[in-house]
């Protein structure tokens, strides 16, 4: 069974910064796109950013130039720098992995998996 777990979210003041973390881990033969997405009350899911496992990279517009996503191929792991932060950048951040795992009785099937998400706060 594969997990993702997140961690850095926390509370921030304006133009400050955060990092994001997330570790995939279980049965993973390999890690595809790796993400971040985020939920504000009252609002739909946005994309945040995305990561491919060659390293191409896209931002959702509105984060473009504050935020930079990264990935430790060998270690499961994606990052989100978070620079410039800004009171509507406040919402609940969900990493999102898709990657190829096996059944219990060794068949291989592409997957995809939501983490539990992390509150980002900022605030003055």
Same mark, same amino acid.
């Given at each position: 069974q594969v997990q993702l777990v #997140?961690?850095?979210?926390g509370l921030a003041q304006p133009r400050g910064s955060l990092t994001l973390s997330c570790a995939a881990s279980g049965y993973i033969f390999d890690m595809y796109s790796m993400g971040w997405y985020r939920q504000a009350p009252g609002k739909q899911? #946005?994309?945040v950013a995305t990561i491919s496992n060659?390293?191409?990279t896209t931002y959702g517009d509105s984060v473009k130039g504050r935020f930079t996503i990264s990935r430790d191929n060998a270690k499961n792991t994606v990052s989100l720098q978070m620079n410039s932060l800004k009171p509507e950048?406040?919402?609940v951040y969900y990493c999102y992995a898709e990657f190829?795992?096996?059944s219990d009785y060794g068949e291989t099937y592409k997957d995809d998996l939501w983490g539990q998400g992390t509150q980002v706060t900022v605030s003055s």
């Open positions: #997140e961690s850095g979210g899911r #946005e994309l060659d390293d191409i950048d406040t919402a190829l795992t096996a």
